[in-house]
């Protein structure tokens, strides 16, 4: 069972990231960390999208939870 994920927000999350750090992208919509995992996921068929930043600087996370490159934006949210 498949369900569709909860949009967070209709715009992408931007996030200063570190080179070499790892961070958890929220793929259900249900975190109240978002645009990262607190485990809310816990008890469906979602499971959070690892990102290691391959350099410094800010990134932007997907927010409505539909982008086709995850965990990236891609502008998927102008659609809904």
Request: glycine content about 10%; proline content about 9%; charged content about 25%.
């Amino acid at each position: 069972m498949t369900d569709l994920p909860i949009i967070a927000r209709k715009a992408p999350y931007p996030v200063e990231v570190e080179e070499g750090k790892s961070y958890f992208w929220c793929s259900c919509g249900k975190s109240a960390k978002q645009p990262f995992c607190d485990g809310s996921h816990k008890g469906t068929d979602f499971v959070p999208v690892k990102y290691t930043a391959e350099k410094s600087g800010k990134v932007f996370f997907c927010g409505c939870k539909h982008t086709k490159t995850p965990p990236l934006c891609d502008g998927s949210h102008s659609g809904l």
